[in-house]
Structure formats: C-alpha cells, structure tokens
C-alpha cells in the first residue's frame, strides 16, 4: 500500500522535470518510478558526440541498478558519434562493450524523427610498423 501511495505521488509530479528529478532522490525505491517518468517525458533526444560518451552510457546501461533499458523508450532524436576526443589508441575491448551494450539498447528504441549513426571510428586499424 504504501508503495502504491509513492506511484500516485510520483505520477502526479511527473510533468515538471525537477520535481521528478528530486523524487528520485528521496529514496531508492522512488527511483525506478522517477526514471520512468523523466524519461518518457523529459529526455526526447539521445545525443551521445563521441566514443567516451557512448562508453560511459554502456556503462550506465550495463550497470546492475540500471531502469534505463527496460523503458522500450521512443527518441524524436537520435545521434550517435563515434570519434574520440582525445589522441591515443582506443580500447581493445570498445567494440565488444558498444556491441554488449549500445545494440541491444537500440532494439528496445524505437526513434520517430531522426536517426544518425557514425561509426566509422570503431574499426581499429592496424599500425604500420617502423622495423628499418
């Protein structure tokens, strides 16, 4: 009962994006509850504009506690860019993590107005050795 009393709360708030955003932080079992509702309301694009913040997402959508994946969520926008921001080699597990946790988010998405996707950066080239 007292859970049910939370989801009226919850759901009476779930327009103004603050409040649901302080909802998710009274208790934990307000969270699942709060993230449902700021997202099907109040995230309308996924812009993810480099490879560092595609790794950071599968880690969040990966993570044990995650909701975010179990949303079936529909994006107005969706981009998704591979380059990297910074200089360097690239992990050797990236695309195994992207592949682990990016694609199986897409099949829950469903994106009604556009969809760009850039992953031209995740193929690893071989370096070109310097042996004289």
């Not at 009393?5 to 998710?24: H, M, R």
């Not at 993810?48 to 790794?55: A, G, Q, V, Y």
């Not at 044990?64 to 179990?70: A, I, Q, R, Y």
């Not at 998405?109 to 995740?122: H, M, W």
Request: glycine share 4%; charged share 20%.
């Amino acid at each position: 009962m007292i859970q049910d009393v939370t989801e009226v709360v919850i759901d009476a708030l779930q327009d103004s994006k603050a409040d649901i955003l302080s909802t998710a932080l009274v208790a934990r079992s307000w969270v699942s509850r709060s993230r449902h509702h700021l997202a099907l309301h109040h995230w309308p694009d996924l812009n993810l504009k480099s490879f560092e913040d595609m790794l950071k997402f599968v880690d969040l959508i990966r993570s044990p506690g995650c909701t975010l994946v179990s949303l079936s969520k529909t994006f107005e926008n969706l981009n998704l860019e591979s380059s990297p921001t910074s200089v360097g080699p690239l992990r050797l597990d990236s695309t195994d993590l992207l592949g682990e946790g990016i694609f199986p988010f897409l099949r829950t998405t469903t994106v009604s107005y556009s969809l760009k996707i850039n992953l031209d950066y995740l193929f690893l080239r071989p370096k070109q050795s310097s042996q004289t």
